[in-house]
């Protein structure tokens, strides 16, 4: 039987979208989070994490590299899974269903004028 | 010229800058933020930079100062900004003999901050992140620190971002309990 896909929150859906074939580390992915716009605390990445881990929609290991400044801390690095890239390709038809009606901004601009 | 001169206080302040540069990354991040402060006071105080007026400065014995660690500087730290203006006015005044080689403390290798706060912390933060958020945490403050964030700001980082981790974590397990209930 095929696993019901989750839906998505957009904290979710946006760490889902930096795991897309990469696997990163929590810092990694929150800095990738802020270069595309959409920041989210590590707190935050680490609420939503272990509740990616939970829905089955990304794995994780240990890393082993040693890094100075993480005082003997592993990095722990994350994964998607088939079902976590399933889910992320339903939201992201979704989204563009849901945002087709949408003019295009030069034209809102205009309208608006 | 106004009260705010060059003296030799200040260069002595920047001498334990420097110092410091190699002990303890937190600390030299306060003095750092204090010679800006004194320079901008300057700055402000004058019609041209302070550096180009300072008639009582003082001869600063160059070893003291320089003979660190060579290494790479980091383009844009402000520590590397603020020796080399330093470096061009010990030139200026023929006080020293300054060499152009980039001899300036290590700030971005530095390990990170030590914060102990964080240590004491760390029992309340759920065991299944605490390692891996820990660890991203203190990378985290290295980078701030190494990229010249104060002491203060480095600290509201980590005080922060600690109790909105355990706050939420909180939240979503009563969310969880009266869910079950």
């Known amino acids: 039987m095929a696993q019901k896909v989750p839906e998505l929150s957009r904290a979710e859906m946006a760490v889902l979208a930096t795991l897309v074939g990469k696997e990163r580390y929590g810092l990694e992915i929150r800095n990738r989070l802020r270069e595309l716009g959409q920041p989210l605390s590590l707190a935050g990445l680490y609420t939503t994490l272990p509740r990616l881990e939970k829905q089955g929609l990304v794995t994780s290991r240990w890393g082993d590299e040693e890094v100075g400044a993480r005082q003997g801390a592993r990095r722990r690095y ?3 899974t088939g079902l976590g890239a399933k889910a992320i390709k339903e939201a992201k038809a979704v989204v563009i269903r849901v945002l087709r009606p949408v003019p295009a901004l030069a ?4 309208v608006m004028a | 010229m106004s009260g705010h001169q060059w003296t030799t206080a200040d260069y002595e302040r920047l001498i334990r800058l420097v110092e410091l540069t190699r002990e303890n990354l937190t600390e030299t991040s306060e003095h750092l933020r204090a010679l800006g402060d004194l320079r901008n006071a300057e700055a402000h105080s004058m019609p041209h930079s302070v550096l180009d007026n300072c008639s009582t400065m003082v001869s600063v014995p160059t070893a003291t100062v320089f003979d660190t660690p060579l290494i790479e500087p980091a383009p844009g730290n402000r520590l590397t900004d603020f020796i080399e203006e330093i470096r061009g006015v010990l030139r200026m005044q023929g006080r020293a003999d300054v060499s152009d080689a980039p001899r300036v403390p290590s700030v ?15 029992p309340f933060i759920p065991k299944a992140v605490r390692e ?16 010249g964030r104060s ?24 969310a969880r309990l009266v869910r079950v209930a």
């Open chain 1, 78 to 80: 994350y994964e998607i």
């Open chain 1, 107 to 110: 034209h809102t601009t205009e």
């Open chain 2, 108 to 122: 971005v290798t530095q390990a990170a901050p030590v914060t102990r706060w964080l240590d004491l912390a760390s």
């Open chain 2, 151 to 174: 002491r203060t700001a480095v600290r509201w980082a980590a005080v922060s971002q600690v109790a909105i981790l355990v706050v939420r974590w909180a939240w979503s397990s009563l």
């Open chain 2, 132 to 147: 891996p958020f820990l660890g991203d945490l203190r990378e985290d403050l290295a980078a701030m620190a190494a990229a």
